[in-house]
């Protein structure tokens, strides 16, 4: 079953680092681009960036361009999201998506078609 | 970079059908026909519903259908069935390096 498993909900400081993960698992991991997505609390969804595990190509949305860290471990299937100091206004769930990919003609889709189930994430004085 | 623009709700009764609009630019909806729909059920992760404008994933109802006419995308559920509660959001790829834009998100009441 291919599936991506986030790890656990987190409740931080404001000022404190935090790096959120995310575990592909039942396909080939470096051959399909993860994204990440916020959800702030009653929002909607919002596009944060993208990195493909092969190589680490890594973009970003600018409106999340310096304000996170996404990188991505191959050796183990597994992405990340990271910051180094957050803030109140970081207080989310926050989604890991695969990029649809057909692997019979190599070509990369323009959808998310696997998701996580979320992580929380908490940062209140 | 602005969201596309979806109404804030839309409701229905069992049965009928409904459309949600998903209106964005010529740099995002008006340039690819590359919209993609997600259902998201209170405290679930979003499911994709439609992608390419009009194409279903394997699995998904053909009571979910998708169109696009410049600027705007819609989705259409016709046969509406309790089930189909939940909020919905458009996406459009828009270039500039592997981005995405999502619509704020269309509330589906059935009444």
């Known amino acids: 079953e291919v599936q991506l498993v986030q790890s656990g909900a987190e409740v931080k400081k404001p000022g404190e680092s935090l790096k959120i993960s995310c575990k592909g698992s039942?396909?080939?991991?470096?051959?399909?681009?993860i994204g990440w997505v916020r959800q702030m609390p009653g929002k909607g969804l919002e596009w944060m960036g993208i990195?493909?595990?092969?190589?680490?190509?890594?973009r970003y949305s600018p409106s999340f361009q310096g304000q996170v860290t996404i990188s991505a471990d191959k050796s183990i299937s597994t992405a990340y999201l990271q910051w180094s100091s957050l803030k109140a206004s970081d207080t989310a769930m926050y989604y890991c998506?695969?990029?649809?990919?057909?692997?019979?003609?190599?070509?990369?889709?323009?959808?998310?078609?696997?998701w996580g189930k979320g992580t929380t994430v908490t940062v209140s004085s | 970079q602005s969201a596309l623009t979806q109404p804030a709700s839309v409701s229905g009764s069992p049965g009928q059908s409904i459309t949600i609009s998903c209106t964005g630019t010529?740099?995002?909806?008006?340039?690819?026909?590359?919209v993609s729909w997600y259902q998201q059920h209170p405290g679930k992760a979003p499911k994709l519903m439609i992608y390419?404008?009009?194409k279903r994933p394997s699995g998904v109802s053909n009571r979910f259908s998708g169109s696009k006419s410049g600027n705007t995308a819609s989705l259409t559920i016709s046969g509406l069935q309790a089930e189909d509660e939940a909020d919905y959001y458009c996406?459009?790829?828009?270039?500039?390096?592997?981005?995405?834009?999502f619509g704020g998100g269309t509330k589906l009441t059935v009444l």
């Open positions: 998506a695969r990029r649809g990919y057909d692997i019979l003609t190599g070509y990369h889709n323009y959808y998310m078609d696997v």
């Open positions: 039942g396909y080939s991991f470096t051959s399909y681009w």
């Open positions: 990195i493909y595990p092969g190589d680490s190509d890594t």
């Open positions: 010529s740099s995002d909806v008006g340039s690819y026909n590359l």
């Open positions: 390419e404008g009009s």
């Open positions: 996406c459009s790829y828009a270039g500039s390096s592997l981005n995405w834009v």
